[in-house]
């Protein structure tokens, strides 16, 4: 594909992001992890985007969303890839990359394993890119093996021969600790109480679509509420997250709409009030983070 369509703009490091918010760049990063993003239809779910956080030797942490599924598929934890003709994208001070149509993924180190086990020269040798590639590549890699990311990247998984408990053992009075990502939080041996820190990094709103045609018509950015703040034009964000439900349980009561009487019998009561009925006011729609 990408020898097709050929290079919209330059390889960059991850550092120089930000000086090229709405060109298309190329990169040549190791993936940390990739979350899907599925949006739930009445016939079943559907992989609205994929988001990975990535990384290079001038900036640990990146993060692009990959909208197109058959680039999706091939992002793999502990690869290092080349992302091709993806564009930079700036929503508030957030700078990210996104891909398009013309957009590629190509994996240049499968599995994580070999970056570890072979030299660097070995490593280059066996991939058939670029000169400048091939340089970006051989900082990616020596990067890799100075810092902890691939150690990291191995604290997720289970040791081997390693069984996933279903019990818990006594929990003794311990100081909690204090864990600054998840994955410091899954890596504790102990049973402890643990305190982590985190925010929002988005927000999904749960529109009511009925078939996949509708969902194709919906400009899909407009599901992350982290897009339309900073889309000029857009005055219905407000009324996408405010509707109409009880103050006490949270419970949102369309009072309007014609299913009204299909809706669960366990909304119809309100758990909170004492006398099982709700009271109506304006209040924040459900939605994921």
């Not at 394993?113 to 890119?129: A, F, M, P, Q």
């Not at 069984?163 to 402890?192: A, G, I, M, T, V």
């Amino acid at each position: 594909m990408a020898s097709v369509i050929g290079w919209y703009g330059p390889l960059i490091d991850l550092s120089k992001a930000a000086l090229h918010v709405g060109d298309y760049v190329q990169l040549v990063v190791f993936v940390h992890r990739t979350t899907p993003l599925q949006y739930k239809l009445s016939k079943g779910g559907e992989v609205i985007r994929t988001d990975i956080q990535v990384g290079d030797e001038t900036r640990p942490f990146f993060s692009v969303s990959l909208w197109q599924k058959p680039i999706a598929s091939m992002a793999v934890a502990g690869d290092v890839v080349l992302l091709q003709n993806v564009k930079i994208t700036k929503y508030g001070d957030v700078v990210e990359a996104r891909t398009h149509h013309y957009s590629s993924l190509q994996c240049l180190l499968h599995p994580y394993d070999s970056i570890l086990t072979k030299g660097v020269n070995d490593l280059i040798e066996e991939c058939r890119v670029g000169i400048a590639t091939k340089e970006k590549l051989r900082k990616v890699v020596e990067w890799v093996k100075k810092s902890n990311t691939t150690h990291e990247f191995h604290g997720c998984q289970l040791q081997e021969g390693q069984l996933s408990r279903n019990w818990k053992l006594p929990e003794e009075r311990k100081q909690p600790k204090d864990c600054f990502s998840l994955s410091q939080l899954s890596r504790l041996p102990d049973s402890c109480k643990a305190v982590f820190y985190a925010s929002v990094a988005e927000i999904f709103l749960p529109f009511t679509l009925s078939s996949p045609a509708e969902c194709e018509l919906l400009d899909k950015e407009d599901m992350f509420v982290s897009r339309r703040l900073y889309k000029t034009g857009d005055g219905g964000l407000a009324t996408d997250l405010i509707c109409t439900g009880c103050e006490l349980c949270g419970s949102p009561l369309e009072l309007d709409s014609e299913n009204m009487f299909k809706q669960n019998g366990v909304a119809l009561y309100c758990s909170e009030s004492f006398n099982r009925l709700h009271v109506i006011s304006l209040i924040y729609k459900p939605f994921m983070v």
